[in-house]
């Protein structure tokens, strides 16, 4: 249930959710709207259940009193005064004049709603979030162990699933991590005493949650970090090596600073990635070995081999090892970038803050152990709001396998332990 809840408060427009919020402290029929046009409608339409707390819609026609309009009654506002109603909730593109003219009711304790206000605009980006963990606080379904700098940037690891590699990718974050990064460990629907340690041993902080729902978890550990301005996410099978915090920043400052386009998120020239593993055979020139090897070269988010086959990956991770001296020789190309045109995986990105909170955070599934909602959602939304997302070509991360890989890489990082 919880779930669901969350989901419809991000599937909801800020304005609704908050209009929500507030009514639900009345009880059925104390509250009114003033106005019965389109805005009246629209609003209606997204109360749901809620609409039961209406006493009746306001209007200073008088020709309209007693009528119906949208399945409830219109009065005078003098009359819903006296009706018992003890909030109003201005429904109009004219919200400041209405305001104006009805302003002196609120010396009578009835509470005026505005939906459009200074007020509420300075919360709306963040409202959605705080909500969601308001929500999660009150439930008790998730452990913080808080053990911040206050960064403004801040390291989102989702891990407890794939302990194996814990002593490749996390030691690699404990190692090439800036002393000024604020680390949070993130396990989803359980707790592992590993991660804990390891957490405490660096000096990071870990947030567990109850439920198995990785978007939820990583907005939990998001908003319990409110200095951070900069957002790395981050799955536990990424191979990171030196530089690439600062790099990925760096690149996401430039292409802010070139003006073309406005970030959604950047991400690093990932090896195994149906986007970036192109780039990445070119700069070493192995893509035509690549083709005439698996008869295929295409950018994609699914149904290509680097995304199914263990061969592909296998063959792939060869020649990305040994990962410094990989990383080293993209780390020492010129700066440059290209725009994702497609579905992203979005194991390793960077984002900021302001933007996660626009999107109400990472899209949360209606059911446990969902995965891959977030990443559609926030791609799309991408898109939808012209905020494009672009890949840093001369910052390397490696990315283990995709799930039909990985016992055959397992195997392979059995081989060729020394080298990651």
């Known amino acids: 249930m919880i779930l669901k809840d969350i989901y419809n408060m991000q599937e909801r427009n800020w304005r609704q959710q908050y209009l929500i919020d507030v009514i639900n402290q009345y009880n059925d029929k104390e509250v009114a709207i003033y106005g019965t046009g389109s805005h009246t409608e629209w609003l209606l339409s997204k109360l749901g259940s809620q609409s039961r707390k209406l006493l009746a819609l306001v209007d200073q026609n008088s020709s309209y009193f007693g009528t119906l309009k949208f399945d409830l009654p219109i009065h005078s506002l003098e009359y819903v005064i006296e009706a018992g109603v003890k909030a109003i909730v201005i429904s109009s593109s004219f919200e400041q004049e209405i ?11 009835i509470k005026i709603i505005q939906l459009y206000s200074h007020e509420i605009l300075d919360t709306s980006s963040t409202f959605i979030v705080n909500r969601i963990k308001e ?14 700098k206050r960064s403004e940037k801040l390291l989102v690891v989702l891990a407890g699933y794939k302990e194996y590699l814990w002593p490749f990718t996390l030691e690699r974050i404990a190692h090439y991590a800036p002393k000024d990064l604020d680390v949070c460990l993130t396990s989803s629907g359980l707790y592992s005493q590993k991660l804990a340690d390891m957490a405490e041993r660096n000096n990071w902080s870990y947030l ?4 198995n729902e990785v978007s939820l978890t990583q907005n939990l550990a998001i908003s319990n970090h409110p200095d951070a301005k900069w957002i790395y996410k981050m799955d536990e099978d990424i191979f990171i090596s030196n530089q690439y915090f600062e790099n990925l920043l760096l690149g996401y400052q430039r292409i802010d600073q070139e003006g073309l386009y406005n970030p959604g998120f950047v991400a690093p020239l990932i090896n195994l990635n149906g986007y970036s593993y192109i780039y990445f055979l070119q700069m070493f020139g192995l893509d035509k070995e690549y083709k005439e090897t698996f008869k295929e070269l295409s950018h994609a988010a699914n149904g290509i081999k680097c995304h199914y086959s263990p061969e592909a990956a296998r063959w792939i991770w060869k020649n990305s090892l040994p990962i410094n001296k990989i990383s080293r020789i993209v780390t020492e190309k010129p700066f440059s970038y290209s725009v994702i045109p497609h579905r992203f995986s979005i194991g390793a990105i960077l984002l900021k803050r302001d933007y996660w909170s626009k999107l109400g955070g990472f899209k949360v599934s209606v059911q446990e152990g969902m995965l891959g909602v977030d990443e559609e959602d926030l791609c799309r939304k991408c898109v939808e709001y012209s905020r494009v997302m672009c890949l840093v070509h001369n910052v390397f991360a490696g990315h283990f396998s995709f799930f039909p890989q990985e016992k055959a890489m397992k195997e392979f990082l059995n081989e ?5």
């Open 416 to 420: 060729n332990q020394f080298s990651f």
């Open 99 to 109: 305001y104006g003219r009805i302003k002196h009711i609120e010396n009578q304790g």
């Open 208 to 211: 567990y949650t109850t439920l």
């Open 135 to 148: 929500t999660c606080d009150g439930l008790n379904i998730h452990t913080f162990i808080d053990r911040r």
